[in-house]
């Protein structure tokens, strides 16, 4: 597609049920990166992939957060027994990888994720 | 990546041209400087990096000084569009090996 595509937009969930947001980067794109806002802060960077390499994992939270790229495009966030503090908007980012003007990142819209 | 500091916040007059400044005094010879904005419940989106150059785009210019330790984003006839939070990220451009870190960034208000 043109953009960054994430689903769903919106999540209500109850507290101890586990989430999957789903991330569609743009088309081409080797490098993906999950990060998460919480209301009125700032971005927290989460995980990020490129291309086979392992994942850089340093910036999830907990071990109830996980992620996985399957074959190098869609990616899945995954909470497992959400907490009200996982509530914030989860976005999704990609990029070409390469060096230079190549590395710029685009942004999806964000899931919104609401643990009640 | 270099740190970079910007003012928290700003107002600009709609139509006026606003000029966000940033510091990066400890930038290193292959790092670029990157502005993103962050419109309220919106995706940070790109829009303009440089090396050492000023560089000008549909969106905006990027001006960075001679020693690089700053640079200024001027976009050139501010709308309300324009109210948001804008981030100046200094970053090497090797390869995408690590996320970008967004700081505090600067919440410019446009005014009518």
């Known amino acids: 597609g043109a953009g960054v595509s994430q689903s769903p937009s919106n999540k209500v969930t109850e507290k101890g049920k586990d989430v999957e947001l789903r991330c569609d980067p743009i088309?081409?794109?080797?490098?993906l990166y999950w990060y998460r806002q919480s209301l009125g802060q700032g971005l927290e960077f989460l995980i990020y992939f490129q291309g086979n390499s392992a994942p850089d994992k340093s910036g999830l939270p907990s071990d109830r957060f996980s992620a996985e790229r399957t074959g190098g495009s869609v990616s899945t966030l995954t909470i497992q027994r959400t907490q009200q503090e996982d509530s914030a908007v989860y976005l999704c980012?990609?990029?070409?990888?390469?060096?230079?003007?190549?590395?710029?990142?685009?942004f999806g819209e964000g899931s919104w994720l609401t643990v009640v | 990546d270099a740190k970079t500091t910007q003012p928290p916040s700003m107002d600009c007059a709609e139509g006026r041209a606003a000029n966000l400044p940033c510091n990066h005094s400890t930038i290193s010879g292959n790092e670029y400087v990157y502005w993103y904005r962050q419109i309220h419940s919106q995706g940070p989106q790109y829009i303009i990096h440089?090396?050492?150059n000023n560089e000008t785009n549909e969106m905006a210019s990027l001006i960075i000084t001679e020693d690089r330790k700053s640079s200024t984003l001027i976009l050139p006839h501010a709308t309300l569009r324009d109210t948001a939070v804008y981030y100046c990220i200094v970053r090497v451009a090797d390869t995408g090996r690590r996320a970008l870190t967004f700081g505090s960034g600067t919440r410019l208000q446009v005014q009518p």
């Open positions: 440089g090396l050492k």
């Open positions: 088309s081409g794109h080797t490098a």
């Open positions: 980012a990609s990029s070409l990888g390469g060096t230079g003007p190549l590395n710029t990142i685009y």
